[in-house]
C-alpha cells in the first residue's frame, strides 16, 4: 500500500487545513502537511512528553489530550501543540527533605487546592490515575504516589487543565525521589561491590585481560562460564 | 463484620495516632475497617457551596469508591465508616445533598464521565455512631482493663453535632461519649462547654482568637477536675492540645492536661498495642501511669 | 479483539499451538565460526555497496556508511565571515553541547569539582533530558551482583564488541558500573527490587551474568529525569531549541567554544568556554541503509561532524547497531523499539510457521542478522499489509513463565504502545523486524574523555571506541554516566589552568579546502541539524524498507 491508495482525511493545525493520510499520527500528519518540527517533537516514541497536543474532534464538545507522535489522526480533528507548560520546578537539596506531607505542602502548597475533579487523569496520555498521586501526596503517601506516577513522561497536559493550577509532574517527581532515596534506601550489594572496585580487587584480573591478545581473548570469551 | 472506613488525610498524617487507635478498637469489636483502594481528600466542608457542583466531586467521588467495594463483595453493607469529624460532616452533607437534588446529582454524574455512576445507596457514619449501635454491653463485655479512678472530659466540638440534621448526637446535650466511657469504667465529668467551638476555623488567620476559645474549654476542663480530655476530631485535638504550648506562655496559672482521641482510650481498655500515646501533646503517658493504667 | 489483520489471525494460532512444547525451551547459541558465518552473509554492515571510503581528514580511507559519508564530505553550515566571533554572548568554563545523559552527568560533576553552576553552559537542541538516553527501555549494566563482578563484564563487552574495543576505556566502564548505580540510587532513582531488597536482574543478549538494572521498561526515562530534576535544582546555566553549529577554536589550536543557532529566532551566538564537551549523541535519523530508527528526532550525527570539522580522530564507524526488534507492525510504530528486556524474560522470536528459529539472546548483531536471513533468505517471514516483513516475537511466554501479571508490570510501556492499537501483548505476540539503533563508532576519546584536540571532550554515543563492533544491550546506559562523569571531572579540571587565545574559525576554510582538494563536489551541508521529513517524505523510510 503506497500513499497513493491511503484513505485522506480533513485536519486542522491551528486552524489551518489539510488532507493527510488517514493512519498517520498527528506528527507525521503534521510533516506531510509541511511542517519541519522544531519545537513538538522529541523521541517520537511514546518516551519524552515533548509533543504535548489538544484537539477536538468536529461534532464533539470534548477537549482530548494526546501525544502527537501517538495519536492516529481522525477526519476533522482541530489540533494545537502544546510544546511547553508554563511552570516552576522548585529546587530543593534531596539530601534534606524528609519523606512526609509536610515536604509536600512546603514545595507545592497548592495541592491542598485539589477538588478531586479528576480532570488531570482524564488528560493524561499515559492513562495514570494523576489525581490519586496528588491525593496520595496530601496525605504523605510517598510510596503510593512514587508508583502511581511511576509512568510519567512530563509531557504537561495534567498541568495545563487542572483548575486548582497543581502542577502534577512536579509533584510526582518530587514522590519518586524521596522514595527512591528514603523509603527504599540504597542496596547492599551495590556499595559492597563499590568497595571492593575502591579496594582494587579485580585490578590484576582486568590487567592480565587487557594484556591478553585476541587470541587468548577469543579463547576466553568462547568457553567462559555462562550463569542466567 | 467487613465495613468500609474512610480514614480522610489527617489521619494519615498529624492524626495517626487517632487512625492507629482506631483500627485497634475496632479489631477488639469484631469489626474488619476495610479502607477503600483509591480514596482522595474529602472536599471539607467550607468548600460545600450548594450551587456549586466541583466542590461536590470529592466525595461523591469517595462514595463511588464504597459503592464499588460494596459491588466487589469486599465488604458487608452500604456504610461507610468515618472518624474525623470533618471528612464525616463533609461526606454525610454532600451525600444528603445530592441525594436530594437530582439536578445537581445529574450534573455531577456528567462531569465524572469515566466513573460509575453514584446510585447514592451509600450511608455515612461516624465511629460513635456504629458503637452505640453494638450496644454498651457489648462494649463492657471486651474490657479487659477499666479505666478505673480516670476523670474523664469528653469534648465534641460542633461538627459531629451540628448542623441538627447531620449531628451524631443531640447538638445541645450530646451522651455518646459519657455512655462510652462509663462503659469503658472511667468516671465522666459533665459540662456545658463540651460542645463549645475550639476555634477551629480561627486557627491559621486569628491565632489568638483560637487560643482564647480552646483556653476557656481547657479551664473548664482543669476546674471540673478532669485528669485528660478526650476528643474525636483532629482539629480539636490540636486546638486543645498541641496549643497548650502557645496558650502557657499567655495563661501562667495553667498547667496543662493531656489530650486523647477517645479510640485510644478505648484501646487501652480493651488491652490493645496500638494506642498511638507518643504521637500526643502534651504527653498523657504520666497521668495514665499514675492512674495505674499504664 | 485482535488489532491484527484477519490474515495473521490465521498464522497467530500456529504460534498459539505450538507455544505449550516452546515454554522452557531455547535453541543453543551459535558458536564462533556460525557467528561469523551469518553476520558476513546477512548483517547490514557487511554490505559492502552501502559503504564507501571516506574522501578526507584523518580517517580518508575508511569505510564508513553512505549516509555518514554524506555528513562528513559537505560544506559547514557557516562560512567564518558569517559570524562576528567578537561578540561573545555566553563566556564560560565549561560548555556541554547536548542534554542527554552524558551531557546532563558531566554538568552535574563539573560542578562537583569546582566549577560555577552558572559558569556551565548547557546547549540542547530540544528540550532538557530529550535524548536517546530517555528511550532506553531494558536497562543497565553494572557488575554488582555477588555471582558477577567488573572482569566478567569486561569479557562479555570485549567479546561482544569482536575485540575491536579500546581496552582502557572497557575497563573505566566495567569498574565503574556499580559505582554509577550507587549515585543514581542516591539521587533518587528508582530501580526494581527484589522483596529482599536486592536488585532484580535480568540477563541482556551476550551477557553471560544477569546484570540488567531497570526500571520497568521506562529504565532511561526515570535515570533521565531524575537527572534532570537535579540539573535544574543545581541551578546549572541551560539554554534549549538551541543547537551548536559549529565549534570555534582558538588562534593556540583549541577548541575554545561553539558557534550557537537559536532556533526559534534564527540567530548566531558564540559561546566561548575553556573546555568544551560533545555530547551530543548519534545518527539513527540518518536511517543508514533506508531503516527506520528507533532514535529521537535530534540524532543526526553533529557532534561527530563538527568533531571531524575541528580534526578530531574517529573510529569504528564502519559499525552501526541494528535492534534485532523493532516494531513491524501496526505501520504506525514501524522501526520503534521494542525492548531486549522482553527476549530476556522469556519472549521468543518466531517465523510464520510458529517456530522458534534463533536463540533469543544472541548479541544484537548476530542475532538481527537471524532476522533478516529468516526474512528474506528463508522467506518464512509474516508479510504486513504494508508489504513490510517482519518475524513474531512471542511475548505472552513472558507471563507464562514468569507469572501473570509480569508484563503489565515490568513493561508498562510496551504494553501501553502496543494497546493503542487492539494489541495485548499479554496475548497476542508483538511483529517485529530489526531497526536503526545505534552508532557503535565515534569521536575517538581516551579515558580522561579528551578527544586529540585540546579543550574538545566527548561522551556517550558521540564516541567511538568503547563498545568496538557491537555494543551489548545496557553498555550505552552505562557508558553515558560513566564517560559523563569523567568528562565533566576532567573538562572541569582543564578549566581551571587553561587560558584562550583569540578566537577563529580558520579551521573551516581549512575544511572546504579539503573537500576541494579529494574533489569532493556536492550542495551538501552538515551538520544537519534537523531531519527532512516535510511532504510525502513522511513515508519515505516505510516504503524504502519494502
Known amino acids: ?228 | 463484620m467487613r465495613l468500609a472506613y474512610y480514614p480522610g488525610c489527617t489521619m494519615k498524617t498529624d492524626a495517626k495516632n487517632f487512625d492507629e487507635s482506631t483500627y485497634s478498637a475496632a479489631e477488639a469489636l469484631g469489626i474488619e475497617l476495610l479502607e477503600p483502594t483509591r480514596w482522595n481528600c474529602c472536599g471539607t466542608v467550607h468548600a460545600l457551596a450548594k450551587d456549586n457542583v466541583m466542590n461536590y466531586l470529592a466525595p461523591i467521588r469517595n462514595l463511588i469508591r464504597v459503592e464499588q467495594m460494596n459491588e466487589a463483595e469486599l465488604v458487608d453493607d452500604k456504610r461507610v465508616v468515618t472518624q474525623c469529624a470533618m471528612c464525616y460532616n463533609t461526606l454525610k452533607r454532600a451525600n444528603a445533598d445530592a441525594k436530594a437534588d437530582p439536578d445537581k446529582m445529574g450534573k455531577i454524574r456528567d462531569f465524572m464521565e469515566k466513573e460509575p455512576n453514584y446510585q447514592g445507596s451509600v450511608n455515612v457514619v461516624h465511629m460513635l455512631e456504629l458503637i452505640k449501635g453494638l450496644g454498651w454491653d457489648e462494649v463492657k463485655s471486651k474490657v479487659v482493663k477499666p479505666l478505673d479512678g480516670l476523670k474523664v472530659f469528653p469534648y465534641y466540638g460542633c461538627l459531629l453535632l451540628r448542623p441538627r440534621e447531620y449531628g451524631i448526637d443531640d447538638p445541645d446535650h450530646p451522651t455518646v461519649m459519657e455512655d462510652l466511657f462509663e462503659a469503658l469504667g472511667a468516671e465522666v465529668v459533665d459540662n456545658p462547654y463540651k460542645a463549645k467551638c475550639c476555634g477551629a476555623y480561627h486557627a491559621v488567620h486569628l491565632k489568638e482568637v483560637a487560643a482564647d476559645l480552646s483556653y476557656r474549654i481547657l479551664r473548664q476542663a482543669q476546674e471540673a477536675g478532669a485528669d485528660i480530655i478526650v476528643t474525636a476530631c483532629p482539629l480539636c485535638q490540636f486546638n486543645l492540645g498541641d496549643r497548650q504550648n502557645e496558650i502557657k506562655k499567655h495563661q501562667r496559672e495553667f498547667e496543662g492536661i493531656p489530650v486523647v482521641y477517645y479510640t485510644q482510650l478505648m484501646a487501652l481498655a480493651f488491652g490493645k498495642e496500638g494506642t498511638g500515646f507518643e504521637q500526643n501533646i502534651p504527653d498523657p503517658v504520666p497521668v495514665l501511669e499514675e492512674k495505674g493504667l499504664l | 479483539m485482535s488489532g491484527y489483520p484477519e490474515y495473521m489471525q490465521g498464522l497467530l494460532k500456529l504460534v498459539e499451538e505450538t507455544r505449550p512444547d516452546r515454554v522452557g525451551k531455547a535453541l543453543r547459541a551459535m558458536n564462533a565460526e556460525e557467528k561469523e558465518q551469518i553476520l558476513r552473509d546477512w548483517h547490514p554492515d557487511y554490505k559492502m555497496d552501502q559503504k564507501r571510503k571516506l574522501k578526507i581528514g584523518s580517517s580518508a580511507g575508511e569505510l564508513m556508511p553512505h549516509e555518514v559519508a554524506d555528513t562528513l564530505e559537505a560544506h559547514p553550515v557557516i562560512k567564518p565571515g558569517d559570524i562576528d566571533l567578537s561578540n561573545v554572548v555566553y563566556d564560560v568554563d565549561v560548555l556541554v553541547i547536548g542534554a542527554g545523559g552524558a551531557g546532563l552527568s558531566a554538568s552535574l560533576t563539573a560542578i562537583e569539582h569546582g566549577v560555577a553552576p552558572d559558569n556551565v553552559l548547557m546547549i540542547q537542541k530540544l528540550r532538557l533530558g530529550d535524548a536517546n538516553s530517555k528511550m532506553s527501555q531494558g536497562g543497565i549494566q553494572a557488575a554488582d551482583a555477588p555471582d558477577d563482578n567488573p572482569t566478567i563484564h569486561y569479557l562479555d563487552v570485549i567479546g561482544g564488541g569482536h575485540y575491536a574495543n579500546k581496552p582502557d576505556l572497557v575497563e573505566a566502564m566495567v569498574k565503574e558500573g556499580p559505582d554509577v548505580i550507587k549515585w543514581h540510587e542516591e539521587l533518587g532513582v528508582t530501580y526494581d527490587k527484589l522483596e529482599d531488597g536486592t536488585m532484580q536482574l535480568a540477563p541482556g543478549g551476550g551477557t553471560s551474568r544477569k546484570r540488567m538494572h531497570s526500571c520497568k521498561d521506562y529504565t532511561g526515562l526515570e535515570i533521565t529525569r531524575v537527572l534532570v530534576d537535579e540539573f535544574i535544582n543545581k541551578e546549572i546555566s541551560y539554554v534549549e531549541f538551541t543547537s551548536a553549529v559549529e565549534l570555534v577554536m582558538d588562534d593556540k589550536g583549541q577548541v575554545a567554544g561553539a558557534v550557537l543557532w537559536d532556533m526559534d529566532h534564527d540567530d548566531y551566538t558564540v559561546a566561548r568556554a575553556k573546555s568544551t564537551i560533545l555530547a551530543t549523541g548519534g545518527f539513527g535519523r540518518l536511517h543508514i541503509q533506508g531503516f527506520e530508527t528507533t532514535n529521537h528526532y535530534g540524532a543526526t550525527n553533529d557532534g561527530v561532524v563538527m568533531a571531524y570539522h575541528v580534526g578530531a580522530n574517529l573510529r569504528d564507524l564502519d559499525s552501526t547497531q541494528f535492534h534485532p526488534t523493532g516494531a513491524a507492525y501496526p505501520a504506525q510504530i514501524v522501526g520503534q523499539l521494542c525492548t531486549e528486556k522482553l527476549r530476556a524474560r522469556g519472549a521468543q522470536p518466531l517465523n510464520n510457521d510458529g517456530v522458534l528459529f534463533v536463540y533469543p539472546l544472541e548479541t544484537r548483531d548476530v542475532e538481527a542478522s537471524a532476522l533478516i536471513r529468516e526474512c528474506y533468505g528463508r522467506e518464512k517471514g509474516i508479510v504486513t499489509p504494508t508489504g513490510m516483513r517482519g518475524v513474531w516475537l512471542d511475548t505472552p511466554l513472558i507471563d507464562v513463565i514468569n507469572g501473570e501479571g509480569t508484563i503489565e508490570r515490568e513493561f508498562a510501556a510496551m504494553f501501553r504502545t502496543f494497546n493503542k492499537f487492539g494489541i495485548d501483548i499479554r496475548e497476542e505476540p508483538m511483529l517485529v523486524y530489526p531497526t536503526l539503533h545505534y552508532q557503535n563508532g565515534g569521536v575517538e576519546i581516551n579515558v580522561q574523555c579528551e578527544t586529540n584536540v585540546p579543550g574538545l571532550y566527548a561522551a556517550g554515543e558521540v564516541c567511538g571506541g568503547i563498545h568496538g563492533k557491537n555494543r551489548l544491550m545496557g553498555n550505552s546506559q552505562l557508558d553515558l554516566y560513566v564517560f559523563g562523569r569523567r568528562a565533566g571531572r576532567f573538562s572541569a579540571e582543564r578549566a581551571k589552568t587553561a587560558t584562550l587565545g583569540d578566537l577563529t574559525l580558520d579551521h573551516l576554510d581549512v575544511y572546504e579546502k579539503m573537500l576541494a582538494d579529494a574533489g569532493v563536489v556536492t550542495d551538501r551541508k552538515a551538520p544537519t541539524l534537523l531531519p527532512e521529513y516535510r511532504g510525502k517524505r513522511t513515508l519515505e523510510h516505510q516504503l524504502k524498507m519494502l
Not at chain 1, 522514595?179 to 585490578?203: C, M, Q, W
Open chain 1, 1 to 228: 500500500m503506497g500513499e497513493n491508495e491511503s484513505e485522506m482525511v480533513t485536519i486542522h493545525v491551528m486552524g489551518k487545513k489539510h488532507e493527510v493520510p488517514a493512519d498517520l499520527t498527528i506528527m507525521k500528519a503534521m510533516e506531510y502537511a509541511g511542517h519541519q518540527f522544531r519545537r513538538g517533537a522529541g523521541c517520537r516514541g511514546g518516551y519524552c512528553g515533548a509533543c504535548a497536543a489538544m484537539y477536538r474532534v468536529k461534532g464533539s464538545y470534548k477537549l482530548e489530550g494526546a501525544l502527537a507522535c501517538q495519536k492516529i489522526v481522525e477526519d476533522g480533528m482541530y489540533i494545537a501543540q502544546i510544546p511547553f507548560s508554563p511552570a516552576e520546578k522548585i529546587t530543593y537539596d534531596l539530601s534534606e527533605l524528609k519523606p512526609d506531607a509536610n515536604t509536600f505542602l512546603e514545595y507545592y502548597p497548592e495541592i491542598s487546592r485539589c477538588l478531586s475533579c479528576n480532570t488531570c487523569t482524564k488528560a493524561c496520555p499515559q492513562d495514570i490515575e494523576v489525581m490519586d498521586y496528588v491525593q496520595a501526596s496530601l496525605r504523605g503517601d510517598v510510596e503510593g504516589a512514587a508508583r502511581l506516577s511511576f509512568d510519567c513522561i512530563g509531557c504537561g497536559l495534567c498541568a495545563v487543565r487542572c483548575p486548582a493550577e497543581i502542577v502534577p509532574y512536579n509533584v510526582g517527581q518530587l514522590a519518586r525521589r524521596l522514595n527512591s532515596r528514603y523509603v527504599i534506601g540504597p542496596t547492599e550489594h551495590v556499595l559492597k561491590r563499590v568497595g571492593e572496585v575502591e579496594a582494587g580487587e579485580f585490578d590484576a584480573d582486568i590487567d592480565e585481560l587487557k594484556r591478553s591478545d585476541r587470541k587468548t581473548l577469543q579463547k576466553r570469551y568462547e568457553s567462559r562460564e555462562v550463569k542466567l
